[in-house]
């Protein structure tokens, strides 16, 4: 088993930054796949960004890339995600995830086995 907790998220004004964080706990080992998700208001989910472990190859949507940046910290056993040049229309709660799996399908939903409880974030001025 694994567990994920997120944290980090916040209100901010259009063009600020946040770092997201998901604390990873538990069975770590092996071939995983972490990834950020995110559900917006009157939407389904979708995939922001995927990192692979090991290795740290990363996997972007084509909405947040340049925006945003995944990373990890594999002493913490930390995902992260920055946030930057936030829009309003970033707003919603975004997720933590993982499945043992390589990464080059990140952004389906199916097959990730591990989520967090989601962390909110708010862009408005």
């Known amino acids: 088993q694994m567990q994920l907790v997120e944290s980090g998220g916040g209100s901010v004004q259009p063009g600020e930054s946040l770092r997201l964080s998901c604390a990873v706990s538990?069975?770590?080992?092996?071939?995983?796949?972490m990834s950020w998700f995110r559900q917006l208001p009157g939407k389904e989910r979708e995939g922001v960004a995927a990192?692979?472990?090991?290795?740290?190859?990363?996997y972007y949507a084509d909405y947040v890339r340049g925006r945003f940046i995944i990373s990890r910290d594999s002493a913490q056993n930390t995902l992260f995600l920055q946030l930057n040049s936030l829009k309003p229309e970033d707003s919603g709660m975004y997720y933590c995830?993982?499945?043992?799996?390589?990464?080059?399908?990140?952004?389906?939903?199916?097959?990730?086995?591990?989520w967090g409880q989601g962390t909110q974030v708010t862009v408005s001025s």
């Open positions: 990192i692979t472990i090991p290795g740290s190859s990363k």
């Open positions: 538990g069975n770590i080992g092996g071939r995983l796949c």
């Open positions: 995830a993982a499945k043992r799996d390589s990464c080059p399908s990140w952004s389906s939903l199916s097959r990730y086995s591990f």
